[in-house]
T-cell receptor, first 108, second 116 residues
Framework: GIQVEQSPPDLILQEGANSTLRCNFSDSVNNLQWFHQNPWGQLINLFYIPSGTKQNGRLSATTVATERYSLLYISSSQTTDSGVYFCAVQFLDQKVTFGTGTKLQVIP | ETGVTQTPRHLVMGMTNKKSLKCEQHLGHNAMYWYKQSAKKPLELMFVYSLEERVENNSVPSRFSPECPNSSHLFLHLHTLQPEDSALYLC???????????????FGPGTRLLVL
């Protein structure tokens, strides 16, 4: 069936470290978004990235649609980066499916 | 994101109660969404409204009833809920193109619901 898988499920980083989060999807997509859910539950849109590479400050994302994956890079991590990172994929049948998320904890 | 607001932020209700969740977007978008986030589960898309018409209903039980009176407002009417319906309910909006592709979604802060 159609799936969106994220890895790793959990990640602990020392402040200042870099990390890469991965999102694999099982079928062709119309679009893909990365979200950050902060510890208070609020979802913040990070990137709308159906293909290519985008950068916003310390964050960047790359989607290789032909190989069915997307990567989210966090550089020089800060404690405020803690939370859960979700990718959400819209497949060609228009259905939007969220991944299970990567829970990130950045420690001082 | 302050463009999408949700009320109430917290709600406790009994299984026989009727309540409504409200979402309002101030972004001029033409599509709105309801999501459910249960503990230890992926976010689940519940309903999608585009141009005030429901275009998606992901097999949601009838005890959840959406209403979209205009492009800026979205409601989720709740009745005879079960304890397992306790979750964070998130509203989102986007500006969709005519081809039906959903663009960047902007989320509200959510309503945390507890059903006793």
């Amino acid at each position: 069936g159609i799936q969106v898988e994220q890895s790793p499920p959990d990640l602990i980083l020392q402040e200042g470290a870099n990390s890469t989060l991965r999102c694999n999807f099982s079928d062709s997509v119309n679009n893909l978004q990365w979200f950050h859910q902060n510890p208070w539950g609020q979802l913040i849109n990070l990137f709308y990235i159906p293909s290519g590479t985008k950068q916003n400050g310390r964050l960047s994302a790359t989607t290789v649609a032909t190989e069915r994956y997307s990567l989210l890079y966090i550089s020089s991590s800060q404690t405020t980066d803690s939370g859960v990172y979700f990718c959400a994929v819209q497949f060609l049948d228009q259905k939007v499916t969220f991944g299970t998320g990567t829970k990130l904890q950045v420690i001082p | 994101e302050t463009g999408v607001t949700q009320t109430p932020r917290h709600l406790v209700m009994g299984m026989t109660n009727k309540k409504s969740l409200k979402c309002e977007q101030h972004l001029g978008h033409n599509a709105m969404y309801w999501y459910k986030q249960s503990a230890k589960k992926p976010l689940e898309l519940m309903f999608v409204y585009s141009l005030e018409e429901r275009v998606e209903n992901n097999s949601v039980p009838s005890r959840f009833s959406p209403e979209c009176p205009n492009s800026s407002h979205l409601f989720l009417h709740l009745h005879t809920l079960q304890p397992e319906d306790s979750a964070l309910y998130l509203c989102a909006s986007s500006q969709d193109d005519l081809g039906g592709g959903h663009k960047t979604q902007y989320f509200g802060p959510g309503t945390r619901l507890l059903v006793l």
